[in-house]
């Protein structure tokens, strides 16, 4: 399915760790996959799959930002989501601004205790 048109959104940023754990909790929702500039740079997601005003701007029921900053042409891409869940170690990071659900945390502890409440 189009990211554009996709109703629930899983994205990895680098601050992720493992994108397979990841692919994980996209799969447990029934979500579509896709990341940030620094995920496909690290080769974990294809081009079609950046959320950003440069690749793909989305507006789902549910966005999962996994490890994502959240830059400026991130969050301006995100900007119609219906719900945003942020999970980042930084208390500082950008996408807190713009999250209905912020967790500082570091994605590897969050993640996989998301995974167990939902198996």
């Not at 048109?5 to 493992?18: E, L, S, T």
């Not at 793909?56 to 549910?62: I, L």
């Not at 869940?85 to 659900?101: R, T």
């Amino acid at each position: 399915m189009p990211l554009s048109k996709a109703p629930v959104i899983v994205a990895a940023g680098r601050q992720a760790g493992d994108v397979e754990m990841v692919r994980r909790l996209a799969q447990a929702l029934g979500a579509e996959l896709a990341g940030d500039r620094g995920a496909r740079d690290a080769g974990w997601i294809d081009a079609d799959r950046v959320v950003d005003v440069r690749g793909v701007t989305v507006a789902p029921r549910v966005y999962v930002a996994v490890g994502i900053r959240g830059d400026t042409f991130h969050n301006a891409a995100i900007e119609e989501a219906k719900f945003i869940l942020a999970i980042h170690p930084d208390p500082d990071a950008p996408i807190f601004q713009v999250a209905d659900l912020c967790i500082e945390r570091d994605p590897k502890e969050i993640v996989p205790a998301l995974l167990k409440a939902l198996s």
